[in-house]
């Protein structure tokens, strides 16, 4: 029996000096653990840019959609029934008021001439005869030789062909009227389009299509449309000498001036038609085109500007974070009025107030920050 006991001790005295080892280690690790950790930090208030609104004086620049038209262009016809004998332009070419276009053939309005000149001749002559009779039948009254009614007869005769002298006359004239038709020149100067008949075609005034149009293009206007609430501002401007207006173009802006304003409003849209002149030498503008606008109506006195990016956009419209002395952020509304030289113009905030300009995206009311000193607004225009 002693034997068995010894056998026995060893392994038990092993096994608890074992699990005294791994309590002394575990304890070891998590006192170690402990002492070595570090206590979170608080995340710092993120730091913010403010800047102060500023009131200033702005043109009240307008911007609408126009459309190119000629000031003047006209559609050519033949004013005489002719066949074409000869044509005297090409089709795009640039042509002056006067300038001899197309030749009709012109038919029988020569002879036409000729007839009239003769029947004036004869008339004129028979008018000479009747006026000597007349001074003749003045001497036989004075002498009694005929009666005084033979005297008012032969002035009678005088007078019907007098009358007849100057139908005559006319109708020489009417007549070199006519042949003149055949020649067909430019009403105006301007730029030629399509030319519609050739060499032999037959032509007249009752032609529905013309021979060729011609459509100025220097100067040249802009046709567009302002909503009526602008029609007071722009009226004062124009009556001022303030109204400009330009228009935009792949080359460039190209400055105009308002020429015409509608004398009612169009009730169905509730605007005002007007039309703007612009010289045109370079041809930046061409008719039938669509072209953008900015109008100048005047001067928008006391408007408050800030930079854009410090006005955001919310589900109930347009605000701008403000901070207080204690640092927290608040939500002031704001009415937006558009994007002018850079600067967002707002109302319903008052002048020399600071707003966050820069870090407001991610900003919410009552949040905290750090703010740098104001800067200011925009420049002044």
């Not at 056998?7 to 080892?21: K, M, Q, Y």
């Not at 050739?198 to 100067?219: E, F, M, W």
């Amino acid at each position: 029996m002693p034997v068995a006991v010894a056998a026995v001790r060893p392994r038990w005295l092993i096994a608890a000096l074992l699990l005294l080892g791994g309590a002394a280690t575990a304890g070891y690790l998590v006192l170690g653990k402990g002492a070595n950790a570090k206590a979170p930090t608080a995340k710092a208030a993120p730091l913010v840019e403010l800047v102060n609104s500023k009131v200033v004086d702005l043109p009240h620049i307008v911007e609408a959609q126009g459309h190119v038209v000629p000031l003047n262009e006209v559609e050519v016809r033949a004013q005489m029934d002719g066949a074409v004998a000869s044509l005297h332009l090409e089709e795009g070419q640039d042509v002056t008021a006067g300038q001899l276009l197309f030749v009709l053939d012109p038919g029988q309005t020569g002879a036409l001439v000729r007839q009239a000149k003769a029947k004036y001749a004869q008339i004129t002559a028979e008018l000479t005869d009747a006026r000597r009779n007349y001074t003749r039948s003045q001497e036989l009254v004075a002498s009694k030789y005929i009666s005084s009614s033979s005297l008012d007869a032969a002035a009678s005769k005088v007078d019907m062909l007098q009358a007849q002298q100057q139908a005559a006359r006319a109708e020489i004239e009417s007549s070199q009227v006519m042949a003149g038709y055949a020649r067909i020149t430019a009403p105006i100067s301007g730029r030629a389009g399509a030319i519609a008949v050739r060499r032999g075609a037959l032509v007249g005034p009752s032609d529905a299509t013309s021979l060729v149009r011609i459509v100025q293009i220097n100067p040249i206007a802009v046709e567009f449309s302002l909503p009526e609430r602008e029609l007071a501002g722009l009226t004062q401007a124009l009556r001022q000498g303030q109204a400009q207006v330009q228009a935009q173009t792949e080359q460039g802006q190209v400055a105009g001036r308002i020429i015409f304003t509608d004398n009612a409003i169009d009730p169905a849209t509730g605007t005002i038609r007007l039309k703007a002149e612009f010289d045109n030498a370079d041809e930046r503008l061409w008719p039938g085109a669509f072209v953008s606008l900015r109008v100048q109506a005047g001067i928008k006195h006391n408007a408050v500007v800030l930079p854009p990016q410090a006005v955001l956009e919310g589900p109930e419209g347009h605000f701008v974070y403000q901070v207080d002395a204690d640092g927290a952020v608040s939500m002031h509304p704001v009415t937006f009025a558009g994007l002018q030289d850079g600067q967002a113009v707002v109302t319903g905030l008052p002048a020399g107030q600071s707003v966050v300009a820069e870090g407001n995206q991610t900003l919410s009311p009552g949040a905290r920050v750090r703010t740098r000193a104001p800067l200011t607004a925009a420049r002044q225009p």
